[in-house]
């Protein structure tokens, strides 16, 4: 989309008493101004990250032996890749508003149709995948269109899609028994790991890349007199991200075989996958024009209409999005599980995912989330299943904080909004 | 200024525009035009339509039927995008702004820059935006990069006004660009409104302010029951008659026969 007919109009001469926002801040400023957005509403990530590492340190606590050990850290890592994936493609959803009840077992039905054409069609994994994530998109498409163009509130067709397509995972499966996955690549996403120096090549890249990108957009931020925040506060942020990737690869390279003479160590490959994942959709959702439009069709439809934007095509696009990551999510569960069972998706798949995106801070009423925070959210969600599993809680236990988790995280959502309404920020 | 009587081509037109809402006919057989260098008030009561009309010929409600000529040629305009590809840009009365898009977002909404084909251009849209706004005087706005959201009314109406004349637009529309203003700011945005229509721009200024309307205005064309009771110049007519027109659709020999006026009553 590019501006033809129309340029904006020339520069006219710039007003000194409007260029109180290109001073950068003092870092003791900056923090004032994240403080004032706290406490006007604007919590981002924030409860998700304290609330991780409350959990981190409460459950090494409680079970010094199992739970901060680098093999527990590693399951709690590929627990938490499927949940991330199917969160990420939530939140699009989400910041129109919308919800997808059905993206569980969408998922499910995806990753029975790629295991399938492994395991009856003799297909290769690379079109396996490939039918596996147009079948999703195919879902999606159809739900956005009944949603988008027919009208129906998503919650009603998502609800009736997450009945319809269980019974199209018995069909394809059949009750009781499973499609096993044997093909090696689709078994390695999460039962392979990285070699360990691959391992930390990829962080170091990945550390240094990010670090270049944020100083060059802050040279280019000051050189252009745009707003920018401290030269620190940029800093700060590339070595905080440095020590986080450092500390999770050292972790993950200690060799965690159970019995001595194995070895058994380095990054998970579902780790780059879901990275990968992360990049792309934060590209596309803080990048591109389609993006800001999701934003904006969820911030005020009305308003987009009237920019032009084609709202219909936004939200049938989101659930695409949606039923496509769902089904890549499918295929990460089927390679830990190494199959698909007729309940693949159902039961606390969605709600976990649903809990990992608004813990990660996305509003239930739109206009507000980022990509990123669904990860932070789906590590919080990971890691309440795998500690309490550790503890020897039975299954109902889950059930429950887990539902109580997502009810404080939409409490905290309801608040915060009902804080920006009054503060109006 | 320019002298209301040398029209010439209207830059906009148009010929006996209907629309309804369901049952509710809103506007009736309307001839509207609209001349370049002329600053035209759109004035009438409240519910006469004038934001149906504002609406229609932006393409966000098309009407029932009517012709719709640009530049003395016919064309469709069957969405935003089509008035927005002419050169048309509107302030509308509700602002349609996104509370949760910060300034710069919400001023290249649907327009954004970019470098090479699909990275925005945050850089670019950041300066121009802050160009645009210096240029409009505000000084009351803390940062370009706030959220729309934390904005006052007026700040609102001034970031509206901005994200209208960033472009270089043939035709501006302003619905009440005025209604939330303190007096420094109406009074920026009357000498906009009169430095538009000098740089050679048809402009269309809403207001229920008869002192600004008598200010800058070249022509008035007054509605009354979504149909058009006189369409004169600024000149032709005082005060009082176009309060009349307003209210009654008649002054003098001027406005809606009574029995027209009856119908649509
Ligand atoms: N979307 C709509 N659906 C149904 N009726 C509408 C709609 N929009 C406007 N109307 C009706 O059309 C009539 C004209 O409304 P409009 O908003 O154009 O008036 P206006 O002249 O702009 O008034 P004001 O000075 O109060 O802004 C009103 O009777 C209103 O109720
Ligand atoms: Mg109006």
Redesign the interface.
């Known amino acids: ?3 033809d ?5 020339p ?5 000194p ?2 260029s ?2 290109q001073r950068a801040t003092t870092v003791g400023g900056a923090v004032r101004e994240y403080a004032d957005k706290i406490r ?1 509403g604007d919590m981002g990530a924030l409860p998700a990250v304290l609330g991780l590492i409350v959990l981190l340190i409460v459950f090494s606590a409680i079970q010094p032996d199992t739970f901060p050990s680098p093999r527990n850290i590693a399951n709690l890592t590929v627990q938490a890749g499927a949940i991330c994936v199917l969160a990420m493609g939530l939140v699009p959803v989400l910041l129109l508003g919308d919800i997808d009840l059905s993206a569980g077992v969408s998922g499910g039905t995806a990753s029975a149709v790629t295991a399938l054409a492994l395991a009856n069609h003799g297909q290769s994994w690379p079109v396996a995948v490939v039918v596996g994530v147009l079948t999703g998109a195919v879902i999606g498409l159809l739900i956005g269109i009944m949603v988008a163009k027919v009208g129906i509130p998503a919650f009603v067709v998502t609800l009736a899609f997450f009945l319809g397509l269980q019974g199209v995972n018995l069909k394809l499966i059949g009750s009781g028994a499973s499609i096993p996955v044997r093909n090696e690549t689709i078994l390695n996403i999460s039962n392979s790991n990285m070699n360990v120096v691959l391992g930390w090549v990829v962080a170091i890249v990945a550390i240094v890349l990010y670090g270049l990108l944020a100083l060059r957009k802050h040279q ?2 000051v050189k ?4 920018h925040g401290p030269l620190a506060l940029v800093l700060a942020r590339i070595v905080g991200l440095a020590l986080l990737v450092v500390a999770f690869t050292a972790i993950l390279s200690v060799d965690r075989a159970p019995a001595v003479g194995v070895v058994l160590a380095g990054v998970p490959w579902v780790v780059p996958l879901v990275v990968v994942l992360l990049i792309v959709l934060t590209f596309i959702f803080s ?3 389609y993006g ?2 999701v ?2 069709v ?3 439809k ?8 084609n709202v219909d095509a936004i939200r049938v696009s989101v659930f695409a999005i949606a039923s496509s990551m769902a089904a890549i999510s499918g295929i990460i569960t089927a390679s830990r599980l190494n199959g698909v069972s007729p309940d693949a998706g159902a039961g606390n798949t969605l709600l976990y995912a649903v809990g990992a995106a608004v813990i990660g801070g996305t509003s239930l009423f739109g ?2 989330g980022k990509v990123r925070d669904a990860v932070i959210g789906g590590f919080v969600i990971a890691t309440i299943d795998n500690g309490l599993g550790l503890l020897g809680q039975e299954a109902y236990v889950k059930f429950i904080v887990t539902g109580v988790v997502l009810l404080i995280a939409a409490s905290v959502d309801a608040l915060s909004r009902r804080r ?1 309404t009054v503060t ?2 | 200024m320019s002298t209301p009587e040398a029209t010439g081509q209207p830059l906009l037109e148009l010929r006996g525009i209907n629309k309804s809402f369901g049952a509710v006919h809103v506007l009736h057989d309307v001839d509207f035009a609209v001349y370049p260098g002329q600053v035209t008030a759109l004035v009438g009561d409240n519910g006469a339509g004038k934001s149906t009309l504002v609406k229609a010929l ?1 393409g ?1 409600y098309p009407a029932d039927s009517g012709e719709y000529l640009f530049e003395g040629k016919p064309v469709t305009v069957n ?3 089509d008035s ?2 002419l ?1 048309i840009e ?1 302030v ?1 009365q509700d ?7 910060d300034i710069v ?2 001023m290249f ?6 470098r090479g ?4 251009d945050e ?1 670019e849209m ?3 935006a ?6 409009l ?3 009351t ?5 706030q ?1 729309v ?2 904005l006052s009314g007026g700040q609102r109406q001034t970031v509206a006004i901005a994200k209208a ?5 043939k035709v501006v529309l302003l619905d009440e660009p005025t209604a939330a203003l303190g007096v420094a700011q109406t009074r920026q945005v009357l000498d906009l409104v009169r430095r538009l229509a000098d740089r050679g721009l048809g402009v269309v200024l809403i207001s229920h302010n008869m002192v600004d309307v008598f200010e800058v205005a070249d022509r008035i064309t007054a509605l009354f029951l979504g149909r058009v009771a006189a369409d004169v110049p600024a000149k032709s007519v005082n005060h009082t008659q176009v309060v009349e027109l307003i209210t009654s659709g008649r002054s003098g020999e001027m406005g809606i026969a009574p029995a027209t006026a009856a119908q649509s009553a």
């Open positions: 989309m590019s501006v007919t129309q340029t904006p109009s520069a006219p001469a710039a007003d008493g409007f109180g926002d006007g280019v931020q252009r007199g745009l707003q990048k591109t024009s800001r439009h934003y904006a969820g911030g005020n009305e308003a987009g209409r009237r920019a032009g934007i206009g507000r920006r109006g920020t | 932006a966000i969405g935003p995008k927005a590809d050169g509107v509308y602002l349609a702004l996104c509370d949760n898009l977002e919400n909404l649907g327009r954004e820059l970019h084909s699909v990275l925005l850089p950041e300066s121009k802050r160009e645009t706004l210096a240029s005087s505000v000084r706005v803390k940062s370009v990069r959220s959201a934390s004349v960033l472009w270089n637009s």
